[in-house]
């Protein structure tokens, strides 16, 4: 898509995924980057699981902005559509019903839509928190879903109903042992 002649304002450039290990302190932000300070493991027992972001102009003269991003989960057996794969685990030292569980975030970059800001949602705990944190409220949420929708969708009924769960199979009754934390990114 063509992004608008007069594209003004900041877009989201980079997204990068640190594993923490067994940490609940986040690591130092990479250059030019800052934390979105929110655990999107919390809850599972793995490894704190940590995002950054960097922003810059949307109309791309600091870099190509972050279209759009959506989660892979391997367990199940979604396919990539694209985008670069980020190699952190989000769900690393989680497991479910004994298996490891394998969800991948990935970035696609593109000239329009941009996404202004990240956006993470801690529905158990009841903490939203956005990169920047000056992009709240200003923007449409668009949320990560499923690629492969399954029965267990989300118990809140002012989210899609097959947006994805980060902590999947942990969260859906009868378990209920982790957070139920959702992912998205604002865009105009």
Not at 60 to 80: A, F, K, L
Request: glycine content about 10%; charged content about 20%; some cysteine.
């Amino acid at each position: 898509m063509t992004p608008p002649a007069n594209i003004t304002g900041d877009a989201v450039l980079e997204i990068q995924i640190v594993d923490g290990g067994r940490n609940s302190t986040p690591p130092a932000p990479p250059a030019g980057f800052r934390l979105l300070d929110i655990d999107l493991n919390e809850g599972t027992g793995g490894n704190y699981i940590w995002l950054y972001y960097r922003t810059g102009k949307a109309d791309g003269s600091e870099g190509q902005p972050v279209s759009r991003i959506y989660t892979v989960d391997e367990h199940d057996n979604e396919t990539p559509q694209g985008g670069v794969k980020l190699p952190v685990n989000l769900n690393e030292n989680a497991y479910e019903g004994g298996v490891p569980k394998l969800l991948w975030l990935y970035m696609v970059k593109g000239n329009w839509p941009v996404a202004r800001c990240v956006v993470v949602d801690n529905r158990t705990k009841g903490k939203r928190v956005y990169g920047p944190p000056e992009a709240a409220s200003k923007y449409q949420i668009e949320w990560v879903r499923e690629l492969l929708p399954d029965q267990w969708g989300p118990p809140y009924s002012d989210l899609p109903s097959d947006v994805q769960d980060l902590n999947e199979g942990e969260s859906f009754p009868p378990f209920l042992i982790s957070d139920y934390i959702y992912i998205g990114y604002c865009k105009d």
